[in-house]
C-alpha cells in the first residue's frame, strides 16, 4: 500500500512538472541557453564535444552511479521536466527511468542514442529477447551513438547544422583514432592471459571488438543475484586458467569480486585485483577519467598491466 502510495504521488509529481514546463521552458538554466539533458555521463559528454558552449548540457548520473539501480529523484525530474531535449541510452539501461522517459517524449524530443545500431551488432543475453546495453565499451557502437546524437541534434536545430557537423567529424576522429589504439594494447597481452573478470558482465561488446575473453559474476544487469554455485565455477575457472588478476568496478560494490579473490587464496591460487574499471560510469569531473576517451584509455591501461 505505501508503495502504491509513493508511486502515485510521484506521478501526480511529474504531471505538474510537464504541465507547467510545456508553458514555460525558456529560459533554461539562467543563461537563456537550451537545455540538453542526459542521463549517462559518457552521453552527457558526447553532447558537449557536439554542441561545445551552446547549450546546457547535464548529466543526471554521475561518477560511481550505477544506472541499474538507479531511480529518478525528484531534482532529475524538475531537470527532465525543464529539458528542451533528452538523451539517453536505451536498450534497457536506464530500465527504472523507463516510464518517465515515455511521458516525456510526449512534450519534447527524448532520444536514445542507440536506436540506430543494427540488431546483428547488438549482443544479446542468453535465453532472452533483450540486448545488452553496455554499447560504450566498443568504440565503433559508440562512434554510431555520437552519429546517431548529431543527427537528432541537426533535426532540432537546424541553424546549429554547420557547427554540428565540424564538432562531431572531430570528435568521430578522436573516437577512430582510439578504436585502433585500443586494438594495439590489447594485442600486447599474451593470447593465453587475455581473460577478464569483472563484477558484472559490461564488458561483452569490449571482449568481441578487441580480442579478449570476458567474464561477469553477475549478469548484464547489477539487478541479478549471484549464487553461490556461480561463484564456484568461476573460482574452479580462474584456477584451471591460471588468472592471476580480476578486477572490481567503480559503480558496483566490490564484495563479490573480494569473495572470489578469498576464495581462491583458500585453495591455493595467488589471485589478486588488478585494479578498478569504470563501468557503468566515469570518472570525477575534471580528470581524464571524467570523460569518456579517458575512461576507456584508464580502462585499457589497468587491464594491460593487470594481465600482461
Not at 561477469?216 to 592471476?244: A, P
Amino acid at each position: 500500500m505505501l508503495q502504491k502510495t509513493k508511486y502515485l504521488l510521484f506521478s501526480l509529481y511529474l504531471g505538474m512538472l510537464l504541465t507547467f514546463s510545456s508553458c514555460d521552458r525558456n529560459p533554461q538554466m539562467n543563461n537563456g541557453k537550451p537545455n540538453i539533458v542526459c542521463t549517462t555521463g559518457m552521453i552527457g559528454d558526447a553532447l558537449k564535444h557536439l554542441v561545445k558552449d551552446s547549450a546546457n548540457v547535464i548529466s543526471l548520473m554521475g561518477p560511481g552511479v550505477d544506472p541499474h539501480l538507479y531511480k529518478a529523484t525528484h531534482g532529475d525530474i524538475d531537470r527532465l521536466a525543464r529539458a528542451d531535449v533528452i538523451f539517453y541510452n536505451g536498450l534497457h539501461l536506464e530500465g527504472k527511468m523507463g516510464e518517465v522517459l515515455h511521458k516525456l517524449e510526449r512534450t519534447r524530443p527524448v532520444v536514445a542514442v542507440a536506436k540506430s545500431i543494427p540488431e546483428n551488432a547488438l549482443l544479446s543475453v542468453e535465453d532472452t529477447e533483450v540486448h545488452d546495453p553496455h554499447i560504450w565499451f566498443d568504440l565503433m557502437l559508440w562512434d554510431q551513438a555520437v552519429a546517431e546524437s548529431a543527427i537528432a541534434l541537426r533535426e532540432i536545430y537546424p541553424d546549429w547544422t554547420d557547427m554540428i557537423n565540424a564538432n562531431e567529424q572531430a570528435y568521430r576522429q578522436e573516437i577512430q583514432v582510439l578504436h585502433q589504439e585500443v586494438k594495439r594494447q590489447i594485442a600486447t597481452i599474451p593470447q593465453k592471459q587475455r581473460v577478464m573478470i569483472t563484477a558484472h558482465d559490461a564488458f561483452g561488446y569490449f571482449g568481441k571488438a578487441y580480442d579478449i575473453e570476458v567474464r561477469g559474476l553477475q549478469g548484464i544487469s547489477t539487478l541479478s543475484e549471484f549464487g553461490l554455485r556461480g561463484r564456484v565455477e568461476l573460482v574452479n575457472y580462474i584456477i584451471d586458467k591460471g588468472i592471476k588478476a580480476i578486477f572490481v568496478e567503480s559503480s558496483v560494490s566490490p564484495k563479490a569480486i573480494e569473495s572470489v579473490v578469498e576464495a581462491c587464496q583458500q585453495k591455493g591460487h595467488d589471485l589478486k585485483i588488478g585494479g578498478s574499471l569504470y563501468s557503468d560510469a566515469m570518472g570525477a569531473p575534471g580528470t581524464a577519467e571524467g570523460t569518456y576517451l579517458g575512461m576507456v584509455r584508464a580502462n585499457v591501461h589497468t587491464i594491460v598491466n593487470a594481465l600482461k
